[in-house]
């Protein structure tokens, strides 16, 4: 049952996300969290004003030129980009010792105590 739910729940938020970007504007999307039900796109919203559709159509479609006009980057070069590679040498780095310090030392309260020093550490 826990597997089926991460699957449900796996597509939840960038679901969310993909939908708000086709609804809302840059400036606006951050406001827009929940408790809206409406369909999919802006055209069939009857609700919305003839003026009101036209000028949300209008802004997404700006902002998509906007993005689009952007130089594009494909997944390999995204790969090869350094500030890519340094996130994920930390993010190893961070995922070793965690599994490390889990594996390696014994189950006590003292342990944990001791090893919450480094925590505090790399807070600074």
């Known amino acids: 049952m826990r597997f089926l739910f991460g699957i449900a729940e796996a597509g939840l938020f960038p679901g969310m996300i993909l939908f708000f970007t086709c609804w809302f504007p840059d400036w606006r999307r951050a406001r827009i969290v929940s408790g809206f039900s409406f369909h999919r796109w802006p055209q069939l919203a009857h609700w919305l004003r003839d003026e009101e559709r036209t000028w949300l159509t209008a802004t997404l479609e700006t ?6 006009a952007k130089r594009k980057i494909s997944p390999w070069e995204s790969l090869r980009h350094p500030k890519v590679l340094w ?6 780095c961070v995922v ?4 490390g310090m889990l594996l390696i030392l014994p189950n006590s309260s003292k342990v944990g105590w001791v090893t919450m020093i480094r925590d505090i550490c790399a807070l600074r």
């Open 63 to 68: 902002e998509r030129r906007r993005v689009e």
């Open 96 to 99: 070793t010792e965690s599994v």
């Open 87 to 92: 996130l994920a040498l930390n993010y190893f």
